[in-house]
């Protein structure tokens, strides 16, 4: 299946397994993703191999970024009629706290859908949705 294929499969039944089988890093994250209320929300599991300060310990920032940059992508490929994955242009991050080696959930909103570009603003966290760990703002190239 190729990911055009994965993802027209994944908007017409509502399950992106396949669409995450077919990313390698997306597998390498062991990503799922579930329909929430106000979009795709993006599950991280918990694993020893992302910890990178282990005196804390806390998930190395490049993994929460990454998260950060899935959400947006996810978020934006399920809202739009895209057909594929968008190139990101800029990406910001604002570190908030710790990130402890647990379950970690990330969102995206799309605050802007142009023709060519689009803006997405994501925010990580784990226990309490209201305690973020991680926030970041994203431009997109859609074309």
């Known amino acids: 299946m190729t990911l055009v294929e994965a993802i027209a499969e994944a908007k017409q039944k509502g399950d ?41 310990p806390a998930i190395h920032g490049g993994v929460i970024g990454a998260l950060l940059e899935v959400a947006a992508q996810v978020q934006l490929i399920w809202q739009s009629e895209a057909a594929h994955v968008p190139k990101t242009i800029t990406a910001t991050i604002d570190y908030l706290r710790s990130a402890k080696p647990v379950e970690t959930y990330a969102q ?22 209201s305690r973020p760990v991680a926030a970041a703002h994203l431009h997109f190239l859609l074309t």
């Open 16 to 56: 992106f397994a396949d669409f995450v089988s077919i990313i390698p890093y997306f597998r390498f994250l062991g990503l799922k993703l579930r329909p929430g209320d106000d979009g795709l929300l993006c599950i991280m599991p918990a694993d020893q191999k992302f910890i990178g300060n282990p005196m804390l």
């Open 108 to 129: 995206g909103i799309v605050t802007r859908h142009g023709r060519r570009v689009a803006n997405v603003r994501v925010e990580a966290w784990q226990d309490d949705r």
